[in-house]
């Protein structure tokens, strides 16, 4: 029996999990979204996996509207990235089921010159990053066995709304485009995370919560990365590199955000590409 509860659903990652759940025959996967499954109500989740049989979570669900988290959004931001993986974690210790739950780069302050590793203090500098670090405090302190926390960062996909997207829908109507060039990280295929947490499901066991850092490999800005969508779609826009402080946002970003990949590649001995290759299997669903 391997019953796997996919929280949100309709998410970039949770979209990627259910087109890649085709090619798991021997999984039963239970999809669910706001509207079918309240993972802000503790005894919601509870009856939800007991009457499923759950034995498995992948917890993708997040708020993650950045900087409405910071003003009119932060109580409902709390309540997903936090609250709810409190519970979360809290039946997947009473029930015995394995967990995946998936964090941030953003619970860092962006002040490291080196890769960060899971170890390295947090310390979020604005809403969101607060909240999903509160989350994963929660959950390592529930202590549900076989539970593993993935930070990543930079997320995108075919599916849902994200920078590759904007930066193509923007290119249709403007010649040139100002982005940020001092804010340094990796982005994340959505596909690609999803396909690792499918494959290292079976491989989890371990008694202490453990934290992995995952996005495709390399570095780059977010300026590289706009560059790199208008080359390999042979879009005229032109790219024009802006220091953060030209672009005020409501919520401050790290500066510098890069996830050191080595644990997780040694522990389950899986390989992932890099952001620029990850990049053009993307744009080839577009």
Known sequence: MNNILVTGADGQLGSELQVLSHEYPNYTFFFTDKDTLDITDKVAIAHFCTKNQINSILNCAAHTAVDKAENEETALCDAINHKAVAHISAISKEQNIKLIHVSTDYVFDGKN????????????????????????????????????????????????????KTMLKLAQSRDTLNIVADQIGTPTYAHDLAKTMLAILPKINNKEVEIYHYSNEGICSWYDFAFEIFNQTHTSCKVLPIESKDYPTPAPRPLFSLLNKAKIKKDFGIAIPHWKEALSNCLSKL
Request: aromatic share 12%.
């Open 113 to 164: 010159h080196k890769a960060f590793i899971e170890s390295d203090a947090v310390n979020p500098i604005n809403v969101y990053g607060k909240t999903k670090s509160l989350g994963e405090k929660a959950l390592i302190e529930n202590k549900p066995e076989n539970s593993i926390i993935i930070r990543t960062s930079w997320v995108y996909s075919s599916f849902g709304n994200n920078f590759v």
